[in-house]
């Protein structure tokens, strides 16, 4: 669940669930799937601007989130309701690693050691 497309903390989350090969997540027959909420106009910017090719939705009345009882946070839910994990984050700062997520589900990790961090000032 995504807290809003402007959210800058967000964009860098999602931006490094871009980093999640397709391939992992079919060999562990996972589907990654981000929902916002705000409006489906900013789908198609926000996943050029993050480079996010797995499935987006929008959730604009937050039905989902009142549904699963969440005003924030992660879910893991296997086949069927069961919930196998979930945070609420405390803030907007506090998301779960995302190989952490990926292990719950099964999934190959993502090495983002690698990937050099370039900040423009």
């Given at each position: 669940m995504l807290q809003n497309?402007?959210?800058y903390t967000c964009k860098e989350y999602v931006?490094?669930?871009a980093k999640v090969p397709k391939a992992f997540l079919q060999e562990?027959?996972?589907r990654l799937i981000v929902i916002g909420q705000s409006s489906y106009h900013h789908i198609k910017s926000f996943c050029s601007?993050?480079?996010y090719t797995h499935e987006m939705y929008v959730d604009p009345q937050?039905?989902?989130y009142k549904i699963l009882?969440?005003?924030r946070g992660e879910g893991n839910k296997?086949?069927?309701n069961e919930v196998h994990f979930l945070h609420l984050d405390k803030n907007r700062l506090d998301h779960v690693p995302i190989n952490t997520i990926l292990q719950l589900a099964g999934v190959k990790t993502v090495n983002f050691s690698n990937q050099p961090q370039i900040i423009d000032i």
């Amino acid at each position: 669940m995504l807290q809003n497309f402007l959210c800058y903390t967000c964009k860098e989350y999602v931006e490094d669930l871009a980093k999640v090969p397709k391939a992992f997540l079919q060999e562990s027959n996972v589907r990654l799937i981000v929902i916002g909420q705000s409006s489906y106009h900013h789908i198609k910017s926000f996943c050029s601007l993050t480079g996010y090719t797995h499935e987006m939705y929008v959730d604009p009345q937050r039905e989902i989130y009142k549904i699963l009882g969440m005003k924030r946070g992660e879910g893991n839910k296997a086949s069927g309701n069961e919930v196998h994990f979930l945070h609420l984050d405390k803030n907007r700062l506090d998301h779960v690693p995302i190989n952490t997520i990926l292990q719950l589900a099964g999934v190959k990790t993502v090495n983002f050691s690698n990937q050099p961090q370039i900040i423009d000032i």
